[in-house]
Each structure stands twice: as C-alpha cells, then as structure tokens.
C-alpha cells in the first residue's frame, strides 16, 4: 500500500464521525466503483468481467484457451475480483485481476503469472490511489526476458508491461480518483498467429474510481417584495429586485508552483503543428478549477496536436471541463494534458507508445470550452511535483518558448498540414510528423515545386554533414526541455 493511500485508509472511521455531525441538511454520499477482468483478446474471445457495485462476487475459471485449440493463448487459473466500501463521508474502490502459466501464439510469449490490483480512496481532506501489486512474473518475449515498458516483437507486434493511467478531475468543491492498469498489453502491427493486424490480447486489468461529493449549495433567499409596488405580481420579478445570492466558496488550492524542473527524458516538440498563438495565463483566476493550470494554444479547428515528447497516452476520453482530452507520460515520469480536442487520431489509445512529433489528436473547443476560439488547453506537471496531485502543474510557457524556438528536430517527413488552401485535406492521416525545416513556408502547398523541394531528403556535404540547404540551429542555452 502506497504511503499516499495509508494515511487515508487510516482515518476513513474518524472522518465519517467528525463529518457528519457537521452536516447541515441533505447530505450527498461519496462514491466509488471497480472493475476487473482476466483476461480479453479482440474479437470476442475473453473471461468473465466483474463490477461494483453491485458487488457481484468474484469470478474464477481453471484455465482459459482462445480459441478452442489454444494457438493464440492459453493459460492457467484465472480469477477477478471487484469491491467498494462507502461511509457516510469517504469511500474507497479496489479491484484485481489474476492469471497463472500464460502462454501466447505456441509459446512465443510466456509468464509464470500476471496480476493487476488498483485501489482509490477519497474523503473530505483529499484522495489517492495505487497500483501496488501489480506484476508479471518471468515474461519471455521470443526468447528474451523483460520485465517492464515497451517491448518490440519483431517486425509483428509489441508488448507492454504496466500500462497504467489516472484521471483526478473532480466537481469543484469534490475530491476524487480514478485509476486503472492492464498488467500486459500484446499489440500486432501485422497479421499474426491467426489473429489479423490491429488485434490486441489483454490480460490482467484493474480500475477503481472514488470520489466524495461536492459541498451542498447554499440556500437562495427568498426575494422580499418591492413596498412600493405591492398590487403589481411582476415587479419583484425584476433581476434588479432580486437579492444576490453568496458566492458559493470553492476549495482551497495551493499556491501554483513558480518552479520549472528541467525535462529530461529526450528531445521535445512543440505541441502544435502550424501557425499557433499563446500568452502567459497560467494561475488566472478560474471558476472550475480555482485557477488556470496551464496555458491556451489557439489555432484552427482540426490544427494537428502532437506528442511533445516519446512516451505513453493514458487516460483517453471525456469529462465536462476538458471535453475529449487525454494525458501522455514521457519516459522521465513527467505528464503533460491535452484538452478540448475535437478529435483524437486512431495512435491515442490507452498504453500506447508514441514518438516525439506524431500525431495525437486535432484542435476543438470540446467540453466547458464549447463557444470559445478554438485552442489547445496544454499542461505541464513535473514528476518532481506529481505528489502534489493536479495542483503540481507548473507555468507550461517557459517550457513551451523552449520547444518553440527548436528548429533542428530530427523526424522524418512523412506529410504535411497546410491550413486555408481550398480543397487541401483539413489535418494529417494519423501518424504525420513535423516537418524538419525551419520555414514553414517553403512548402506552402501553392507550388507543387516547393512541395517537393521541402520533402527533399536533406543534402549532405563530403563529410556526410547537412549542407546549407536545411540549417540546423543549436537548441538555445536554458532549453528548458533538454538536460
């Protein structure tokens, strides 16, 4: 159990005890859920899924084998299990999932054991979570140990180990956690073992989610009649005569964090492809969230969003203020927030692995932005601060100046995105990368000759070094995305 976890599990009987004798009126109920299943292979194949609530009891089965024959997986016993306990003022979610003797596609890949656990507790003072417990024993993937991150499975496929992921966006005034884990994650890239491209085998996932409620909303005055009016019903009808409610006061946030840890986990991207604008709004005043957490890139509505570094998505998907938005952690541990999309291209899965510069979704104004220009909502939360919770979001426009300024990316040129050209494909096919030049503008979509002078492989001179054609600028001193 985390050190984070304990201290709440500790205190959930004192909470219910002081917190409800504090209660005035009609007391909302905190919440939780869980979920948890063996195992799942695409195209139906899978064991049996747990939920609670309701707590419908564990499910356990003597082996498994897809399909009846085995060639694609086979294994030994399975077991998941999901269960909630909910107080008049905390809860908390815990969920897990085992397999014995994994063997897949005859043998290639194997594992003594797989398990996944994750656990979610919120009161009053705040929530938290973990994941501990979760492991695969003695993976073998064609011939070679592993234990955890990425593995490439030949030129067929690859495999993850831990795919995890977190959502702590809450109801202002509310505390809450979300947390889920598949233990091993087999991915083909091409048609293989009798399972077509695309496929996925999962096995061992895990989720739970608590949460407490949000204050109760103060009680509205009624509005006293305007005396000098009394025989006419409509005149305290006016907004004008209507007493103005208290503001409803939100929780107490920490003081944002003026710090700029250095990133250091690889090259770095800037988060936009194409024209872009953005100034310094971080630690605005907000009504959702108390403050602005980060910074608003706006640009055109389908604008491609790229990985800002190599790394895994997690947490894909919707909620009312970030509207379609999902998270990546770069290989350091730091993670960075993506909201507002319109849209994600088909990389943005959860676990997935992507390179710095792909293409991770498109511009919008999804979710509380809906009505606004259309922008990027884009955040920064160093691994140094991530203790702190959402709050260890740190001033992303330090950062994103850095990664601005970087004209010398080795990627290589797969297309390209030309905003305001008549009949031009509006974004990118999933997996475009930045263009690597330093003007936009020499491939402006107009000539079909600059097109093709930008897609040119670079030029080299005798010592195998680029030649003038494409300049190759030394990243500035203080490039806060570089060790």
């Known amino acids: 159990m985390s050190r984070r976890l304990l201290p709440l599990l500790l205190i959930l009987g004192v909470a219910a005890a002081v917190g409800g004798a504090a209660a005035t009126g009609p007391a909302q109920m905190p919440g939780a859920s869980a979920q948890a299943w063996a195992i799942r292979v695409t195209g139906g194949g899978g064991t049996a899924s747990v939920t609670a609530p309701p707590s419908n009891g564990p499910a356990f089965s003597g082996g498994f084998a897809y399909p009846s024959d085995g060639s694609v997986i086979t294994t030994g016993a399975t077991s998941a299990s999901a269960s909630t306990t909910i107080g008049n003022t905390n809860a908390v979610g815990r969920a897990s999932a085992d ?30 979570g973990d994941f501990n417990g979760t492991a695969v024993v003695n993976l073998q993937a064609l011939g070679q140990s592993a234990s955890s991150g990425r593995i490439n499975l030949g030129d067929w496929g690859y495999a993850i180990v831990n795919a995890q992921g977190t959502d702590t966006s809450a109801p202002a005034g509310a505390h809450g956690h979300k947390g889920y884990v598949t233990a091993l994650i087999v991915h083909l890239n091409i048609d293989h073992g009798g399972l077509p491209a695309g496929s996925e085998i999962q096995i061992g996932y895990a989720e739970a989610a608590a949460q407490t409620p949000p204050p109760p909303a103060t009680a509205k005055p009624k509005a006293e009649p305007l005396p000098s009016a009394p025989s006419n019903p409509a005149a305290g009808d006016s907004p004008s005569s209507r007493p103005k ?77 970030g509207g379609n938005r999902l998270w990546l952690r770069d290989g350091q541990g730091n993670e960075f927030y993506y909201a507002h999309l319109s849209a994600f ?139």
Request: no cysteine; charged share 15%.
């Open 99 to 128: 397999v014995a003797s994994v063997s897949i596609f005859g043998g290639e890949i194997t594992a003594d054991a797989v398990a996944a656990r994750a656990t979610a507790g919120a009161q009053p003072g705040g929530a938290a």
């Open 245 to 321: 409610p208290d503001k409803q006061k939100g929780p107490q946030f920490r003081v944002p964090p003026e710090v700029h840890p250095p990133l250091t986990a690889g090259r770095y991207v800037f988060p936009v492809y194409g024209p872009s604008s953005y100034v310094d709004t971080y630690g605005a005043p907000r009504a959702d969230v108390a403050y602005h957490h980060g910074d608003d890139i706006f640009g055109q509505l389908g604008q491609p969003l790229l990985a800002v570094a190599d790394g895994t998505v997690f947490s894909v998907g919707w909620n009312d203020i």
């Open 345 to 483: 291209s088909t990389f943005a899965a959860n676990g997935a692995h992507l390179r710095a510069g792909q293409v991770i979704g498109f511009m919008g104004n999804t979710g509380d932005a809906e009505g606004t220009p259309v922008h990027l909502h884009f955040e920064v939360h160093p691994v140094s601060l991530l203790y702190l919770g959402y709050d260890g979001a740190v001033n992303p426009t330090p950062y994103l100046d850095a990664w601005k300024r970087l004209r010398d990316l080795p990627f290589p040129i797969a297309g390209a995105w030309v905003s305001g050209v008549p009949g031009s494909i509006p974004a990118p096919q999933p997996g475009a990368f930045l263009l690597s030049m330093a003007d936009i503008s020499s491939a402006d979509g107009l000539d079909p000759k600059s097109l093709e002078r930008a897609l040119a492989p670079p030029r080299t001179d005798a010592n195998g070094l680029p030649s003038s054609g494409l300049p190759t600028t030394v990243p500035p001193r203080g490039d806060l995305g570089r060790s």
